[in-house]
């Protein structure tokens, strides 16, 4: 190995295990953060969403679990996945206070470990913003659902306006670093329709939060 690929490598391994630390913090200071904004409206957007769930449901990248306690009893089976282990062990908490029965995987959204068609319901809600390859993800999700399925989400979104678009634009790294990968202005929308989906979603202003991320799809999506 040459010094030039040593010291590479070296500072690949220094932003990775930097990366970990800070997942392992937001583990711990995601449900403070977004307090607010679930007061004011987001909580109220979750339940309504995951009301529509049926079937086999799985939520990718489920985090702490604000969804868990808004699923309607009817489903089939409930599955979470969730890559972050910080995350896991809030959710594992947060299901057993609910008391409610469910299984949690140890999963990226790219990997989803499930057959081919054997999925009723996807929800993703806040997700697609923070995965590294969200046409990837899309299409995971589009391979495990039945015909038939759908994919409920709750997505911030690039902004229409012009100004706050370029605000997001010129914000977009140090918002990154801060809030583990995400990126404030991604087209959600339109990679959903170029992965095959058909969308129907509202636009809603995530209230409580920075401006940059508060633009909203809500919405179903559909193979």
């Given at each position: 190995m040459t010094e030039t690929a040593r010291d590479e490598s070296s500072t690949d391994q220094r932003h990775t295990s930097t990366y970990a630390v800070w997942l392992r913090v937001m583990?711990?200071?995601?449900?403070?953060f977004v307090w607010l904004g679930e007061?004011?409206?987001?909580?109220?957007?979750?339940?309504?969403?995951?009301?529509?769930?049926?079937?086999?449901?799985?939520e990718v990248g489920a985090g702490t679990g604000l969804n868990v306690r808004h699923y309607p009893d009817s489903i089939d089976e409930l599955v979470f996945t969730e890559?972050?282990?910080?995350?896991?062990?809030?959710?594992?908490?947060?299901?057993?206070?609910?008391?409610?029965t469910a299984n949690i995987v140890d999963a990226s959204a790219l990997h989803l470990p499930f057959a081919d068609a054997s999925v009723d319901t996807v929800v993703s809600t806040l997700v697609l913003c923070?995965?590294?390859?969200?046409?990837?993800?899309?299409?995971?999700?589009?391979?495990?659902?039945?015909?038939?399925?759908?994919?409920?989400?709750?997505?911030?979104?690039?902004?229409s306006s012009r100004f706050l678009a370029a605000y997001q634009d010129m914000m977009l790294r140090p918002w990154r670093?801060?809030?583990?990968?995400?990126?404030?202005?991604?087209?959600?929308?339109?990679?959903?329709?170029?992965?095959?989906?058909?969308?129907?979603?509202?636009?809603?202003?995530?209230?409580?939060?920075?401006?940059?991320?508060?633009?909203?799809?809500?919405?179903?999506?559909?193979?």
């Open positions: 583990a711990l200071v995601y449900d403070p007061l004011v409206g987001m909580r109220r957007r979750r339940r309504a969403l995951v009301a529509d769930a049926f079937g086999r449901v799985v890559p972050e282990p910080g995350m896991r062990r809030k959710l594992a908490r947060r299901l057993e206070r609910v008391g409610r923070t995965v590294p390859d969200p046409e990837g993800a899309l299409r995971e999700i589009h391979r495990v659902l039945r015909p038939g399925g759908q994919l409920l989400f709750i997505e911030h979104i690039r902004a670093g801060f809030a583990g990968g995400c990126v404030c202005n991604r087209p959600t929308l339109d990679l959903m329709h170029s992965c095959g989906f058909t969308v129907r979603a509202d636009a809603a202003v995530w209230h409580g939060m920075p401006a940059i991320v508060h633009p909203l799809a809500i919405g179903r999506a559909t193979a």
